[in-house]
T-cell receptor
Framework: SQQGEEDPQALSIQEGENATMNCSYKTSINNLQWYRQNSGRGLVHLILIRSNEREKHSGRLRVTLDTSKKSSSLLITASRAADTASYFCATDRYGNNRLAFGKGNQVVVIP | SAVISQKPSRDICQRGTSLTIQCQVDSQVTMMFWYRQQPGQSLTLIATANQGSEATYESGFVIDKFPISRPNLTFSTLTVSNMSPEDSSIYLC???????????FGEGSWLTVV
């Protein structure tokens, strides 16, 4: 079954601002992964966070995971026009690498 | 990370025909998967491509419609059979990286059925 559902936001921000998007899911998970997709092309892997981790950073990206609330957030700091994309979270429920994707968030960064 | 190449990147197909999509990885990988992304939608897992045995399909997907081959640890194909306009989608190949559980994706094959 599919799980991993972001609030399907369309976020429009000014360059330099921070962008935050959320993801909620319904069952226990082994890990959660965030991806970026530009204009219907392939997915770029951003961050993997394991169920026993609460926060991870990668460059301007910060991901949090709250397993008690079954939710995750992705923060992009100091956004750039090149960050304009769709962002997806995906959950791996059993650690068997079969991912269930959320609906995605569209982020537009205005120069 | 793994470098994943898909062919074709884009195609326009006639209703009722079949098309085979190829996925080539630059290193041996144990796990390969095929996903579908319908227009404006999120991704849905079609199947796990198993090397040396039949693919494992997710609910709602069947072998007759989406036959998959995986002859070795670097290559897989997905065929979309007897296509209808509803099959117009991006089809993406993905693999598990060599360490951990990170899943990497190819650039996708964008099929339009007319």
């Amino acid at each position: 079954s599919q799980q991993g559902e972001e609030d399907p936001q369309a976020l429009s921000i000014q360059e330099g601002e921070n962008a935050t998007m959320n993801c909620s899911y319904k069952t226990s998970i082994n890990n959660l992964q965030w991806y970026r997709q530009n204009s219907g092309r392939g997915l770029v892997h951003l961050i993997l966070i394991r169920s026993n981790e609460r926060e991870k950073h990668s460059g301007r990206l910060r991901v949090t995971l709250d397993t008690s609330k079954k939710s995750s957030s992705l923060l992009i700091t100091a956004s750039r026009a090149a960050d304009t994309a769709s962002y997806f979270c995906a959950t791996d429920r059993y650690g068997n690498n079969r991912l269930a994707f959320g609906k995605g968030n569209q982020v537009v960064v205005i120069p | 990370s793994a470098v994943i190449s898909q062919k074709p990147s884009r195609d326009i197909c006639q209703r009722g025909t079949s098309l085979t999509i190829q996925c080539q990885v630059d290193s041996q990988v144990t796990m390969m998967f095929w996903y579908r992304q319908q227009p404006g939608q999120s991704l849905t897992l079609i199947a796990t491509a198993n090397q040396g045995s039949e693919a494992t399909y997710e609910s709602g997907f069947v072998i007759d419609k989406f036959p998959i081959s995986r002859p070795n640890l670097t290559f897989s194909t997905l065929t979309v059979s007897n296509m209808s306009p509803e099959d117009s989608s991006i089809y993406l190949c993905s693999v598990r990286g060599s360490s951990g559980n990170t899943i990497y994706f190819g650039e996708g094959s964008w099929l339009t059925v007319v």
